[in-house]
């Protein structure tokens, strides 16, 4: 499966701190998407990478891509409280980002 | 508001009842999906629509019919579910681009379906 796991399943920071959120995924994949998920609701898009990118930014966020480990990281910097939410990687194998597998997802808790 | 406009936003039915939920999507996308989200499993990927035409069905149960009208529209019509059935039931639209692909979904809020 390239299902992609993130790591940690759960993080709690202070509003400013950094938070960094990591996926792992198991084959080769054409591009690798980050969604924001807040808790009852639909899945925001952040940002999508592909395979021959190493690093995106968008705003406060950064996400990293390493293929050589199969694994990317998302970076939120001066995290906010509404940034609390669930963040999932999803993993597209050819270029329908829209037929992504999705990992379990890190949740994210910032306290004001 | 992600374009993407799903109802209802609660159900709940009996078994032997019969519902549909509604998708539509007012990005001028031409794929549609359907993705079911159950509590402590991932996102799983059910149907997925392309000009109309169904191009995946990932070895969804019989009990779960979708149907496309249009490129804006997408139904998941629901009879004699389980009470494994409830989740929260996610529709998405992404634009194809002239290479073949497609990018990044646009989700809508979910209908939440709870079967008695």
């Known amino acids: 499966s390239q299902q992609g796991e993130e790591d940690p399943q759960a993080l709690s920071i202070q509003e400013g701190e950094n938070a960094t959120m990591n996926c792992s995924y198991k084959t080769s994949i054409n591009n690798l998407q980050w969604y924001r998920q807040n808790s009852g609701r639909g899945l925001v898009h952040l940002i999508l990478?592909?395979?021959?990118?190493r690093e995106k930014h968008s705003g406060r966020l950064r996400v990293t891509l390493d293929t050589s480990k199969k694994s990317s990281s998302l970076l939120i910097t001066a995290s906010r409280a509404a940034d609390t939410a669930s963040y999932f990687c999803?993993?597209?194998?050819?270029?329908?980002?829209?037929?992504?597998?999705f990992g379990d997802g890190t949740t994210l808790t910032v306290k004001p | 508001e992600t374009g993407v406009t799903q109802t209802p936003r609660h159900l709940v039915m009996g078994m032997t009842n019969k519902k549909s939920l509604k998708c539509e999507q007012h990005l001028g996308h031409n794929a549609m999906y359907w993705y079911k989200q159950s509590a402590k499993k991932p996102l799983e990927l059910m149907f997925v629509?392309?000009?109309?035409?169904?191009?995946e069905n990932n070895s969804v149960p019989s009990r779960f019919s979708p149907e496309c009208p249009n490129s804006s529209h997408l139904f998941l019509h629901l009879h004699t579910l389980q009470p494994e059935d409830s989740a929260l039931y996610l529709c998405a639209s992404s634009q194809g681009s002239s290479g073949g692909g497609h990018g990044e979904l646009f989700f809508g809020e979910g209908s939440r379906l709870t079967v008695l």
């Open positions: 629509y392309n000009f109309k035409e169904q191009t």
């Open positions: 990478i592909r395979s021959n990118e």
């Open positions: 999803a993993t597209a194998y050819n270029t329908n980002a829209g037929k992504s597998t």
